[in-house]
């Protein structure tokens, strides 16, 4: 897992701020979120909603570049993959950015017509990289880089806009399964920004916060997931 340095937190500060003033960003401690993991959360981040949002998005776009660039190397890349379907816009506008092909991944095959996973044209030994809005615990990324392989391509990297950072076992997930995770932006910056600017109220800051030290607890006492 790629440690965070000087320029990625200031890159995760603006991104936070984003975030927030795009309001995708939501506390809602007293009727928690059940995210698609499983987990139940008092806060919800939706990074489908920044695709309203040209100047957002464009922002978002020049970080990801400059960071895929830093930490994974464009000599290293033949190939940007998005995950369907959250994953697609903002490979897409990597891709372009970068000059590279892009394709995307299949939650699981069609069922007619060439039974894709994979859309688009990749070549057997290609380095790819996958690209998704957010990661939780990981799990969703593993599935896609596996059909990304098993199609003969070479796939140990994966970037991500905005990263939980607090479910314990993730980070060991990716890396056990090969995988180098960059990204801009997590809860530490969100809320770093949101108490700067008191973007919320201090009592729905703070019960963010207990759920941040400890997300399975939280989850489990409010009917949620409570294992990784």
Known sequence: MNSRNIRQTKAGKTIAKVLL????????????????????????????????????????TLLASEEIEENVGINNLDCIAGGET????????????????????RKKPKGFGRMAQIEGQLE??????LIEDLATDGG?????IN???????????????????????????LKDAGINLTYLCSWADV????????????????EVKNFLENPIEWSKVNGGRDKI
């Open 21 to 60: 003033d795009t309001k995708a960003v939501n506390f809602r401690p007293e009727n928690p979120y059940k995210l698609t993991a499983g987990w139940h959360s008092p806060v919800y981040i939706d990074c489908r909603w920044l695709i309203s949002f040209p100047w957002a998005r464009r922002v978002i």
């Open 86 to 105: 959250a994953g697609i816009p903002y490979a897409s506008w990597i891709s372009d950015t970068l000059d590279k092909p892009m394709i995307y991944v």
């Open 124 to 129: 057997e030994d290609s380095r790819v990289i």
């Open 140 to 144: 969703s990324k593993i599935s896609f």
């Open 147 to 173: 059909a990304i392989r098993e199609a003969g391509a070479i796939c140990n990297e994966t970037f991500v806009v905005f990263f939980y950072g607090v479910f314990q076992g993730s980070d060991k997930l």
């Open 191 to 206: 809320i770093s920004v949101a108490e700067e600017k008191e973007y919320f109220d201090k009592n729905k800051v703070q």
